[in-house]
């Protein structure tokens, strides 16, 4: 890639140099939208580029910055994942179904962000319907990871994590079912958040399955992470599932010191299938914590196996239910001369989804069907509440889980795409979160063999505030977070 | 063989929020096509529920009032299936734990009987939007205005064995829900209407027959026609050899029959589950409390009350307190007259229900109100007038909106209750009528009536008829 | 577990999909595997276990007062749309 390099890189250093004059929001909007058109062919990290509109947000920020009334955030460019609803702009959910769909409202994340100050540079490619591990399933085609261009960036919010390592955009909001945020976030080498279930507003953001779906942030740093969760939380009213509960200010708790912090090693996530170096970077990982203070012992989620078949039976039965609204009639992709009200139906449906959704909304279906519910739907709702049992029983010991995000490093694109689950099993240490609303973060933590590996963090409900301090003091300690691919350096 | 019917009614009132149950935008009739259809209401990716609480507020007092048990913890889960009305591609609704369950009302039978008529449950849920299909060649209209307005589902146990037993039934909720102020009860609006579940078994046999769903009866009339024709229907078929299938079908009213409706045909697999949009609705005991302090006294005690207070006859108070307007206008009625209840209800439930029947008007709208009818009773009451010139007068109150003493001074309708003015006309017709007088005094008794109209003729029916009665007794027997 | 091509017809009919004759075989092959995938989930002792629809325990369903905000946007709203007339959103004929 060729194109300016960057002043700085993280979004803390972007607003200071702000806040000091050093640079205003048009330059840096300018750089940054260089950056994405020169990476842009080889990376495919955005769906739409909202160039205009960023510079016009950016000279309001200079104005507002200029007239005195800018917050920290102000003028700082940003990216959007493309399920988060975005007023007159393209909104796709990186589906051929929503190829055409212009949002006529905003999603109360990029509403929040926008009034805090910050400009947005368009939208960012994702799996269909954030349905995949692996960022292969938009129907806009496969993103690539800058550490590697024949390798997967991670998925679904895989988007978002390549236009952060690759340094097309300072932060990018994204999502996670089972560990949208978190897996790509490992294998792109870059920090990924994903707050509590109801931390963070729902509404706007197109469902894939409702109980587990949760907005958050991919970043480079902790601290970055920290400035634009205070700014994106909240309780809102148009979501019932907000949780109507004080932000706390994130940031004035990055420097706590970590000594005294219990971390837990779940042992089951240790136990088969990790790739051995990506096992050795995390023990590395664990001893700096232990260098600063930290208290390690382990801990067992005997139910934690379970998550993975758990989720493919909750999160289809969902998404089967929250995607019965794309039939063609009001929005969305509609098929020539239906024959009749079926056809309208199945036809749309048939030619807008891609393979994985409607692999998903089949298995989702058949599980809630008539004879198989008790079965399937109720039987996994209780081996939920079981792996729920589990987390909320180490936490009476311990102040933080941490592990392995992936089992590996980002794989070939194409080497998984027939296999449905195998790709799943990319999940395998992520979905537990989900499954019990808990927060979660992947921080980088080295390199196997010149890729990222990542380590997560999972803590108690509403533990956001400890879990950015613990992944700070951390970057604080090294300098994983700062790599750069060299070919967007 | 001997049949016997047995009956179940859903009946769908559509709660007279302001807004919608899960979104904000407004819930009234007849807006044009998709103007009060918002995001939420036209499913759009990425919008969500949330609940009203006036939605809920209303199917506890409804669940109050028949005695049933209120759910202190109730789930609201997805229907899901395909139609055009049904934008999200689901209905929400209640599934396995409904908001109010296990109650009962009490329904009059023809011979005075009273049967309790159990209600198994009654849930929340949204109204689905409309397919038009008039002037539209080969497509249809989707208007979404009333998609997500709440509905509140009541389902009666299989209690009623026959066409006029459910509509006894279906009018006793219909005049509850009006008594509660949850739902405006129009039902050609389709504010109110019900799905009846119809089958026959032999009797004495204790299983049920295989029943059939008659979908969407909006008005009394329907409800009956249709239940009526099913019930024949199954028993010609099952005579003839035949077997009922489980089906929906739709009445016709245009040829009074029920058909099989294509478009379920499909057997359903709604596949509920729990919304995960929403969270369960947990109520606690001050809020039932609230509720329940605010109910009005509902039908069947102001009934009671009627007879016990004004000594009406049971079929009397049932009439008044059909509806809460009824019954404050008939208490209004006697408050001011002071005395005479049985006669106030008589001109309530007579003339002044066959004027509004007449000119299609509720007892909202009477041409005559409350006040102004018992000034006209009263004058019965003071002997002023007849009840028989009262009639008149009150039929020119309700043309003129005059008061009823303006029309008696005007028309010079004030009985004659002077004994000597009596006496000169009974006189007069005596003379005249020389034959009749000569064959009543010979025993014809019945010429009495014959006298007695002559003289009302002569005195323009003004005569008081209690003494014109008397007097010409006693001048008749000479 | 073992699906047929009936079953995956079936499923697919429900779901309003149509499916290309290639995708047939695919998704039965896919599904079969996905259902023993989960059906692992069987050998979980569950007996008494509250099944887990919501992830945050103990919240309940807030209420939201009963006022109108909202006013009259559906030329915006039907922009989306593919077909619509007088305010309509079009569909093949609806058969009852």
């Known amino acids: 890639m060729t194109a300016p390099a960057l002043p700085a890189t993280t979004v803390a250093g972007l607003a200071r140099g702000l806040a000091a004059g050093r640079w205003s929001s048009v330059e840096l909007t300018q750089a940054y939208l260089a950056r994405v058109t020169a990476s842009q062919s080889e990376l495919n990290a955005f769906v739409t580029v909202t160039a205009e509109a960023a510079l016009a947000a950016a000279a309001a920020a200079d104005a507002a910055r200029a007239a005195g009334k800018a917050s920290a955030l102000t003028g700082v460019p940003i990216a959007h994942k493309d399920i988060f609803c975005t007023r007159d702009v393209l909104t796709t959910c990186g589906s051929k179904m929503l190829a055409n769909f212009v949002s006529p409202y905003d999603a109360t994340v990029v509403a929040k962000l926008a009034a805090a100050g910050t400009v947005n540079l368009g939208k960012l490619n994702m799996d269909e319907f954030a349905m995949g591990s692996s960022n292969e399933t938009s129907f806009f085609g496969p993103v690539r990871n800058p550490w590697d261009i024949k390798r997967v960036p991670g998925g679904s919010s895989g988007g978002s994590a390549a236009a952060v390592a690759a340094r097309i955009a300072p932060a990018a909001t994204a999502t996670d079912t089972g560990g949208s945020i978190r897996q790509p976030a490992a294998l792109c080498g870059v920090t990924g958040i994903k707050p509590t279930y109801g931390r963070v507003s729902r509404y706007g953001m197109i469902a894939f399955a409702s109980s587990l779906d949760q907005a958050g942030l991919i970043t480079v740093s902790a601290e970055d992470a920290a400035m634009l969760l205070g700014a994106m939380s909240g309780f809102d009213p148009r979501d019932s599932t907000s949780v109507d509960r004080e932000v706390p200010d994130y940031v004035a708790a990055l420097d706590a010191p970590l000594a005294g912090l219990k971390i837990g090693l779940v042992r089951e996530f240790f136990e088969k299938g990790l790739d051995a170096q990506c096992e050795q970077r995390i023990r590395e990982a664990i001893a700096v914590y232990e260098k600063l203070g930290a208290s390690v012992r382990e801990v067992s989620c005997p139910n934690l196996p379970l998550s993975v078949p758990t989720y493919y039976v909750v999160a289809p039965a969902e998404c089967s239910s929250n995607l019965a609204r794309f039939d063609g009639v009001r929005f969305g992709h509609r098929c020539e001369s239906p024959r009749n009200l079926n056809d309208l139906y199945s036809r749309s449906r048939g030619e807008g989804f891609g393979a994985e959704v409607k692999r998903r909304i089949m298995t989702g279906t058949y599980v809630l069907s008539a004879g198989y519910y008790d079965a399937y739907y109720i039987k996994a709702q209780r081996v939920r509440q079981l792996i729920s049992a589990d987390f909320a029983r180490a936490f009476e010991s311990v102040d933080l889980l941490l592990g392995p995000t992936s089992p590996t490093t980002a794989f070939e694109i194409g080497a998984k795409v027939d296999d449905p689950i195998t790709m799943y099993l990319n999940d395998i240490y992520t979905i537990g979160a989900n499954l019990a609303g808990l927060p979660g973060m992947s921080i980088p933590v080295g390199f196997a063999d010149g890729l990222p590996v990542g380590l997560q963090l999972v803590g108690p409900h509403f533990s956001e505030a400890r879990m950015l301090n613990a992944a700070h003091r951390y970057q604080l300690e090294t300098d994983w977070h700062l790599r750069v691919p060299a070919a967007y350096a | ?478 | 577990m073992s699906l047929t091509r009936k079953d995956i017809e079936n499923i697919a009919r429900l779901a309003r999909l149509e499916l290309a004759e290639t995708e047939i075989p695919v998704y039965v092959d896919s599904l079969s595997k996905i259902l023993d995938f989960v059906g692992e989930l069987e050998r979980a002792p569950t007996d008494g276990i509250t099944p887990m629809a919501h992830p945050m325990p103990g919240l309940a369903q807030r209420l939201r007062a009963d006022e109108v905000t909202e006013t009259d946007a559906h030329q915006r709203y039907q922009r989306n749309a593919p077909q619509v007339e007088a305010g309509l959103y079009l569909v093949p004929k609806v058969i009852e």
């Not at chain 2, 045909?265 to 969270?279: I, K, T, V, W």
């Not at chain 2, 404050?328 to 002044?352: H, I, T």
Request: hydrophobic residues 40%; contains cysteine; glycine residues 8%.
């Open chain 2, 1 to 478: 063989m001997e049949w016997e019917t047995v009956i179940g009614l859903e009946i769908h009132a559509q709660l007279a929020t302001r807004s919608k149950i899960f979104s904000s935008s407004a819930t009234a009739y007849g807006a044009a096509p998709n103007t009060q259809a918002n995001l939420v209401d036209l499913g759009y990716p990425g919008v969500l529920p949330v609940l009203n609480a006036e939605a809920v507020r209303m199917a506890v007092r409804f669940g109050l009032a028949i005695g049933a048990r209120i759910a202190r913890h109730s789930v609201f889960a997805r229907k899901n299936y395909f139609y055009p009305d049904l934008p999200k591609g689901y209905q929400i609704s209640q599934y396995e734990l409904p908001i109010v369950a296990e109650g009962a009302l009490e329904i009059v039978l023809d011979d005075g009987t009273r049967k309790r008529v159990g209600i198994t449950r009654a849930h929340l849920e949204e109204d689905a939007g409309k397919s038009l299909h008039e002037g539209l060649p080969g497509v249809s209209g989707i208007d979404l205005n009333r998609a997500g307005t709440p509905l509140i589902e009541i389902v009666s146990e299989p209690d009623l064995r026959s066409a006029k037993e459910a509509v006894a039934y279906m009018k006793k909720v219909h005049t509850l829900v009006r008594y509660l102020e949850i739902c405006d009860g129009n039902m050609q609006e389709g504010s109110f209407r019900c799905d009846a579940n119809v089958s026959v078994r032999p009797k004495g046999q204790e299983k049920f027959g295989t029943r059939a769903e008659i979908k969407n009866l909006n008005s009394f009339r329907f409800v009956e026609k249709a239940i009526n024709y099913e019930i024949e229907r199954q028993i010609e078929l099952i005579e003839s050899g035949g077997k009922v299938v489980q089906e929906t079908r739709l009445y016709d009213p245009d040829k009074g029959e029920t058909r099989s409706m294509r478009s379920k045909e499909e057997a359903n697999d709604y596949r509920y589950f729990p919304d995960p949009d929403l969270l369960p609705v947990e109520l606690d005991e001050s809020f039932i409390d609230v509720v329940r302090a605010a109910l009005p006294e509902l039908p069947d005690e102001k009934a009671a009350r009627f007879v016990r207070e004004y000594q009406l006859p049971e079929y009397d108070a049932g009439v008044l307190t059909a509806s809460r307007e009824l019954g404050a206008f008939y208490e209004e009625v006697v408050r001011r007259v002071g005395s005479e209840p049985k006669l106030c209800a008589n001109w309530v439930m007579g003339d002044l229900a066959a004027f509004l029947n007449k000119d299609n008007l509720e007892i909202g709208n009477s041409k005559v109100d409350a006040a102004g009818l018992a000034l006209l009773v009263a004058r019965i009451v003071d002997q002023t007038i007849s009840g028989k010139i009262a009639k008149d007068v009150f039929e020119a109150m309700w043309e003129s909106g005059e008061s009823a003493d303006a029309i008696i001074e005007r028309k010079g309708l004030r009985q004659i209750t002077d004994t000597s003015a009596i006496e000169r006309a009974i006189e007069e017709v005596m003379s005249k009528n020389p034959g009749q007088l000569a064959d009543y005094r010979s025993g014809k008794d019945k010429l009495f009536g014959f006298f007695v109209g002559q003289v009302m003729k002569a005195t323009g029916g003004k005569a008081n008829p209690a003494q014109l009665n008397e007097l010409l007794k006693q001048k008749l027997a000479g």
